[in-house]
């Protein structure tokens, strides 16, 4: 069974920054596709950013610019720097891998606030 384990969520103030990452164990061949997603209470789970195994990568419109996505193959890792963080990013933040399914983290919280 593949397990990932989010880590990096916390309380930071507007303008500040946080690291997450996600990390994958189990027996694991190939990850092609990894990405982030999110969830605000009374909001549906919308795309972060994604990545896949070539590098390629894709930004939901409110966090390009700002947030950036990458991955530690060597070490079946994802990354999601953001930066410049506004109340409106404080969500539960979600890791997604894909390898001959998918995968979910347990999530890890973030929270936007003065």
């Known amino acids: 069974q593949v397990q990932l384990v989010e880590s990096g969520g916390g309380l930071v103030q507007p303008g500040g920054s946080l690291r997450l990452s996600c990390a994958a164990s189990g027996i694991i061949f190939s990850i092609p596709f990894m990405g982030w997603y999110r969830q605000a209470p009374g909001k549906e789970r919308e795309l972060v950013a994604t990545i896949t195994n070539n590098g390629e990568t894709n930004y939901g419109d409110s966090v390009k610019g700002r947030f950036t996505i990458s991955r530690d193959n060597a070490k079946n890792t994802v990354y999601l720097q953001m930066n410049s963080l506004t109340s409106e990013d404080t969500a539960l933040y979600y890791c997604?891998?894909?390898?001959?399914?998918?995968?979910w983290g347990q999530g890890t919280q973030v929270t936007v606030s003065s």
């Open positions: 997604n891998i894909v390898t001959n399914m998918a995968y």
